[in-house]
T-cell receptor, first 116, second 113 residues
Framework: GAVVSQHPSRVICKSGTSVKIECRSLDFQATTMFWYRQFPKKSLMLMATSNEGSKATYEQGVEKDKFLINHASLTLSTLTVTSAHPEDSSFYIC????????????FGQGTRFTVV | GENVEQHPSTLSVQEGDSAVIKCTYSDSASNYFPWYKQELGKRPQLIIDIRSNVGEKKDQRIAVTLNKTAKHFSLHITETQPEDSAVYFCAAITSGSARQLTFGSGTQLTVLP
């Protein structure tokens, strides 16, 4: 299957700082990527849909000014958590879908994000 | 939008027994239903999927059934092994241009040796 790489896998930052998480499709071009947030023992909640060359589509309740998404190329989408707060601590995970396939999605490794 | 409900939230079985996880969906336009296995701290891994034009699909010890009329689908794992222990998520593809996944709440499966 297709490979999606997410970096970093783990990050600890201080309150008030901003952190960028990268999601790369390694062997295919992804015009659409998805960003999820997962709390412990909970399901994956879609935060936003990242569209190459255009603005991301955010789900209801997700602050677009806090979670900045950029999809500047066909293989890279980034999620920047701005002015981090301890309640932003979570597991963030991206996925991408191969072009021409609007079904199966491949996930990145996820980022364990902790704000202290 | 799509709503996917999953039951049970936890399931313990003896090694060698079968495990069944059930999901229901709300959007009759959904036409793709994948199942993911997620181990602690890891990414979800696709284990099996089914499209709406098929009623059943099997891959070795894993099978999925789909009832479009009732809008529910189930995962069946036979001859369970300790390495099957993980969280399992069902999902459905929503209609719309982006066709994003809507996940169920997850089932923690524990296979007791």
């Amino acid at each position: 299957g297709a490979v999606v790489s997410q970096h970093p896998s783990r990050v600890i930052c201080k309150s008030g700082t901003s952190v960028k998480i990268e999601c790369r499709s390694l062997d295919f071009q992804a015009t659409t990527m998805f960003w999820y947030r997962q709390f412990p023992k909970k399901s994956l909640m879609l935060m936003a849909t990242s569209n190459e060359g255009s603005k991301a589509t955010y789900e209801q309740g997700v602050e677009k000014d806090k979670f900045l998404i950029n999809h500047a190329s066909l293989t890279l989408s980034t999620l920047t958590v701005t002015s981090a707060h301890p309640e932003d601590s979570s597991f963030y995970i991206c996925s991408a879908r191969e072009p021409g396939r609007n079904t199966e999605a491949f996930f990145g490794q996820g980022t364990r994000f902790t704000v202290v | 939008g799509e709503n996917v409900e999953q039951h049970p939230s936890t399931l313990s079985v003896q090694e060698g027994d079968s495990a069944v996880i059930k999901c229901t969906y709300s959007d009759s336009a959904s036409n793709y239903f994948p199942w993911y296995k997620q181990e602690l701290g890891k990414r979800p891994q696709l284990i099996i999927d089914i499209r709406s034009n098929v009623g059943e699909k099997k891959d070795q010890r894993i099978a999925v059934t789909l009832n479009k009329t009732a809008k529910h689908f189930s995962l069946h794992i036979t001859e369970t092994q300790p390495e099957d222990s993980a969280v399992y998520f069902c999902a459905a593809i929503t209609s719309g241009s982006a066709r994003q996944l809507t996940f169920g709440s997850g089932t923690q499966l524990t296979v007791l040796p």
